[in-house]
């Protein structure tokens, strides 16, 4: 494979990244509304706990750092609880 050609594999893998990143949002503040209608925290550390345990076994599986992975996954999750958190507001009003 030549340099151009990694580069559009590369971007190709971002893409995808991007159009899954946007669909696990569109489902977690799905799961933000359903929380503040029914005055639940926007936060649950026990979900996140077990989340970070199944990635960090992915992670092994692939040969993929499994630090990185639950880093990874700590922005997007720690993003969702924000938007967990604006979407309630939008409740108080
Ligand atoms: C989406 C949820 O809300 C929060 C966000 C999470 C996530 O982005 O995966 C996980 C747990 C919660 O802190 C949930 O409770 O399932």
Known sequence: MNLESMRHSIDNIDNALVAMLAERFKITDAV?????????????????????ERIAELAEQ????????????????????????????????
């Open 32 to 52: 933000g509304h359903y929380k503040a209608k029914n005055r639940l925290p926007a936060k649950d550390e026990a979900r996140e706990a077990q989340q970070y």
């Open 62 to 93: 692939y040969a993929l750092d499994p630090n990185f992975a639950k880093q990874f996954l700590e922005v997007i999750m720690k993003q969702s609880v924000e938007n967990h958190l604006k979407i309630a507001e939008q409740y108080k009003k």
